[in-house]
């Protein structure tokens, strides 16, 4: 059974950092890229980052040089490290495995003074 467990959201003010993370387990964490993505209040949900098995690393435009997605294959882990928040990347941050169209509960992060 497939479990993803996202932590790590939280109210930040602009301009700081958070660092989200997603631990995996019920498949083969090392061979599967994993990605992130957010849904804001009344939009859709956007693809923020994508690690593959092989570290390649993919960002939306509206995240890059800001945020930063690694992984770790021996805690079956993947992270979003998240810098220069802006109030507009207020949303629910969700953990997917894109192979297994697998999503987590989400964490909320707020970005607001």
């Known amino acids: 059974q497939v479990q993803l467990v996202e932590s790590g959201g939280g109210l930040v003010q602009p301009g700081g950092s958070l660092r989200l993370s997603c631990a995996a387990s019920g498949f083969t964490f090392s061979s599967s890229a994993m990605s992130w993505y957010r849904q804001g209040s009344g939009k859709e949900r956007e693809l923020v980052a994508v690690i593959t098995s092989g570290r390649i690393r993919n960002y939306a435009d509206s995240v890059k040089g800001r945020f930063i997605i690694s992984r770790d294959n021996g805690k079956r882990t993947v992270y979003l490290e998240m810098n220069t928040l802006k109030p507009e990347d207020t949303a629910v941050y969700y953990c997917?495995?894109?192979?297994?169209?697998?999503w987590g509960q989400g964490t909320q992060v707020t970005v607001s003074s």
């Open positions: 997917h495995v894109p192979r297994l169209d697998s």
